[in-house]
């Protein structure tokens, strides 16, 4: 059973940092592509960092480009999320994700993103930026 544990969220002023962590465990392979995705109310889930596991390729869009990293430690089977320069257009709910094999084509709880077929979600991490 794959589990991903968010942790590092909170509340910070506008052009503050927030790292987010998350945990992977009970991978008996590694993980193809992991991500970072946000959802803020309202709105749809939206991918803000991916990352091919094997090559280090990543993936951002230009919403968060320049401002948020998203990097791995193999060792310890955690991905980070490094944020800077934080808006307030960036509160939402942080979620980790990580590839999953898709049993069909219409298989519930399954996001695509920059080539990636993400189905293990974390329960989640809030992040919180103040004006």
């Known amino acids: 059973q794959v589990q991903l544990v968010e942790s590092g969220g909170g509340s910070v002023q506008a052009g503050g940092s927030l790292r987010l962590s998350c945990a992977a465990s009970g991978y008996t392979y590694s993980a193809y592509c992991m991500g970072w995705f946000r959802q803020a109310p309202g709105k749809e889930r939206e991918g803000v960092a991916v990352i091919y596991t094997g090559g280090g390729n990543t993936y951002y869009p230009d919403s968060v480009k320049g401002r948020f990293t998203i990097s791995q430690d193999n060792a310890e089977n955690t991905l980070y999320l490094q944020m800077n320069s934080l808006k307030p257009e960036d509160t939402a709910m942080y979620y980790c994700?990580?590839?999953?094999?898709?049993?069909?084509?219409?298989?519930?709880?399954?996001?695509w993103g920059y080539g990636c077929d993400f189905g293990y979600w974390g329960q989640g991490t809030q992040v919180t930026v103040s004006s």
């Open positions: 994700a990580a590839y999953r094999p898709r049993p069909h084509p219409s298989a519930a709880g399954w996001v």
